[in-house]
């Protein structure tokens, strides 16, 4: 693997926002080998959506062609579906827990106090907004979440963020809205949250 792979890095990888690679055999979460990684992952998109209301159901497991932990799937401008990687999930909550955190500490992910629920949340953001969005709320959206990424990129004060989130708007918001929900509160968190509700995200 190559210096910058998931084994080093840890965490999500690249293009995992608007996925279009396959999606082979799709399985309900239930299936996952660990009970108590399923009920981590089912807790997590409960949590989500207690914060920001249902947006997406369609959350399964699959084989991916993408080596990252999860993608998002925006078909026609909408949230398709929410895909955690077969190769990752299928393994134990403690497996899933450490390499998340190992995201962490290589400063790639944006930290939270619950590196088990990072993934789906994170993908759980998109399905919620991402820049390939085609509505009316969300383009809308899309103007105040561009403006608070710039402002973002320039604070040199900010704390607790990955070098994942600079890569796009869409990787900026997921990763914000993640630490909004299992992370420390900010200016970017706060904002994040009330874009949600301004737009009906
Ligand atoms: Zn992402």
């Known amino acids: 693997m190559g210096r910058n792979s998931s084994g080093t890095r840890g965490g999500l990888q690249p293009g995992d926002a608007t996925y279009k690679g396959s999606i082979g055999k799709p399985e309900p979460l239930?299936?996952?080998?660990?009970p108590a990684l399923y009920k981590a992952t089912k807790e997590a998109i409960s949590r989500y959506h207690a914060?920001?209301?249902?947006r997406q159901k369609n959350v399964k497991l699959a084989e991916l062609s993408a080596g990252t932990y999860g993608v998002h799937v925006t078909a026609n401008g909408k949230s398709e579906g929410v895909y955690l990687n077969k190769k990752h999930f299928m393994q134990t909550?403690?497996?899933?827990?450490?390499s998340h955190k190992?995201?962490?500490?290589?400063?790639?992910s944006t930290k939270t106090n619950k590196a088990v629920a990072h993934t789906v949340t994170h993908e759980l953001a998109h399905a919620t907004w991402n820049a390939n969005m085609t509505g009316a709320?969300?383009?809308?959206?899309?103007?105040?979440?561009?403006k608070l990424f710039k402002s973002w990129k320039k604070d040199n004060k900010k704390s607790g963020y990955g070098k994942?989130?600079?890569?796009?708007?869409?990787?900026?918001?997921?990763?914000?809205?993640?630490?909004a929900i299992?992370?420390?509160s900010d200016k970017y968190t706060k904002k994040v949250k009330e874009i949600c509700?301004?737009?009906?995200?």
């Open 197 to 201: 509700k301004k737009y009906k995200l």
């Open 182 to 184: 299992h992370g420390k």
């Open 137 to 146: 709320n969300q383009k809308a959206a899309g103007k105040e979440v561009n």
């Open 51 to 54: 914060v920001l209301g249902v």
């Open 102 to 108: 190992r995201g962490y500490a290589s400063g790639w």
């Open 30 to 34: 239930v299936n996952m080998k660990d």
């Open 164 to 179: 994942y989130a600079e890569t796009n708007v869409s990787e900026f918001w997921a990763e914000t809205v993640t630490k």
């Open 93 to 98: 909550k403690k497996a899933v827990e450490a």
